[in-house]
């Protein structure tokens, strides 16, 4: 089957670190999807798992290769670190391996509106001010998800469909529902005052599209709970895309000289992105 073609894909939270991370599904899904240009909007490598303990199976390797082949054929791949990847916001406008690196950007839709792209974590209160904090929930969030893998692996024993407990978990507490919903407030007032039509982020989990006080709300969602992805057709328009399907005799990963070391951590060069 012929993969969709899109003049544009935004993907974020992928946490390839964490053990949780789905990168079997990502990487299904940018075999059936192409894009002039592809934006990755924060999280991506989880920085903060990889130093409490290193975990880092082979396809994590496979999801990286992936965008650097992509790139390598005339993709455009632009990448805004989040909080759990901020080590590479000290090199911004560098290249690794022809992905761009930058901290924010305005992006300019096919039918000429524009959206300010940010991962999202600059106005997260939380990650800001009470690191500590971030850090507990982090390892609070692990065990939730510790909780989905056993649970699916029992679901899928009874032939039943896959059901995120962490998902369901963040969305009974008000606490969390409070914290979306002033996240949202927040993003959209940052977006007002850059004078844009909208505004495309990440860090919450929470993949959604909607119209806030004048201003479109996207948040691209996680390939950890709910494997979404954000796709701009060629007139301007978007689509939330759920990624479930996996197909299981998918093709092997191109071999490359360097597998043991993600290419993102390696030394980056400046320059120019070849074309």
Same mark, same amino acid.
């Given at each position: 089957m012929e993969p969709r073609k899109f003049r544009t894909l935004f993907i974020s939270d992928v946490h390839l670190?964490?053990?949780?991370?789905?990168?079997?599904? %990502?990487?299904d899904f940018m075999r059936h999807h192409e894009a002039d240009t592809i934006i990755l909007v924060g @999280? $991506? /490598?989880?920085?903060?798992? %990889?130093?409490?303990?290193?975990?880092?199976?082979?396809?994590?390797?496979?999801?990286?290769?992936? =965008?650097?082949?992509?790139?390598?054929?005339?993709?455009? $791949?632009?990448? /805004?670190?989040?909080?759990h990847d901020e080590f590479l916001r000290e090199f911004p406008g560098t290249h690794f391996g022809g992905v761009e690196v930058a901290r924010q950007m305005i992006f300019e839709a096919g039918d000429g509106k524009k959206y300010l792209i940010i991962h999202g974590d600059e106005f997260d209160v939380v990650v800001r001010h009470a690191r500590i904090v971030a850090y507990l929930?982090?390892?609070a969030y692990d065990a939730a998800?510790?909780?989905?893998?056993? %649970?699916?692996?029992?679901?899928?024993?009874?032939? %039943?469909?896959?059901? &995120?407990?962490?998902?369901?978990?963040?969305?009974?507490?008000?606490?969390?529902?409070?914290? $979306?919903?002033?996240?949202?407030r927040v993003v959209v007032e940052e977006a007002r005052r850059?004078?844009? @039509?909208?505004?495309?982020?990440?860090?919450?989990?929470?993949?959604? =599209?909607?119209?806030?006080?004048? /201003?479109?709300?996207?948040?691209?969602?996680?390939?950890?709970? &709910?494997?979404?992805?954000?796709?701009?057709?060629? @007139?301007?328009?978007?689509?939330? $895309?759920?990624?479930?399907?996996i197909e299981e005799a998918a093709p092997a990963a191109e071999p490359t000289d360097d597998e043991a070391l993600p290419p993102f951590l390696a030394a980056p060069r400046s320059g120019k992105r070849a074309a």
């Amino acid at each position: 089957m012929e993969p969709r073609k899109f003049r544009t894909l935004f993907i974020s939270d992928v946490h390839l670190g964490s053990k949780a991370a789905k990168a079997d599904f %990502l990487l299904d899904f940018m075999r059936h999807h192409e894009a002039d240009t592809i934006i990755l909007v924060g @999280d $991506i /490598i989880d920085g903060w798992r %990889l130093k409490r303990s290193w975990h880092w199976p082979q396809a994590f390797n496979d999801v990286i290769q992936k =965008m650097l082949r992509k790139a390598r054929k005339g993709t455009r $791949i632009v990448y /805004i670190p989040g909080n759990h990847d901020e080590f590479l916001r000290e090199f911004p406008g560098t290249h690794f391996g022809g992905v761009e690196v930058a901290r924010q950007m305005i992006f300019e839709a096919g039918d000429g509106k524009k959206y300010l792209i940010i991962h999202g974590d600059e106005f997260d209160v939380v990650v800001r001010h009470a690191r500590i904090v971030a850090y507990l929930g982090d390892w609070a969030y692990d065990a939730a998800i510790a909780i989905n893998q056993v %649970l699916a692996f029992v679901r899928r024993k009874l032939g %039943l469909p896959y059901w &995120s407990f962490s998902a369901w978990a963040k969305l009974q507490v008000k606490h969390a529902v409070n914290f $979306i919903g002033e996240f949202q407030r927040v993003v959209v007032e940052e977006a007002r005052r850059n004078e844009v @039509d909208g505004v495309i982020c990440g860090h919450i989990h929470h993949a959604v =599209m909607e119209e806030l006080d004048g /201003i479109r709300y996207i948040n691209t969602g996680d390939w950890v709970e &709910s494997c979404t992805a954000i796709a701009e057709h060629f @007139d301007g328009t978007f689509e939330l $895309i759920t990624w479930q399907k996996i197909e299981e005799a998918a093709p092997a990963a191109e071999p490359t000289d360097d597998e043991a070391l993600p290419p993102f951590l390696a030394a980056p060069r400046s320059g120019k992105r070849a074309a």
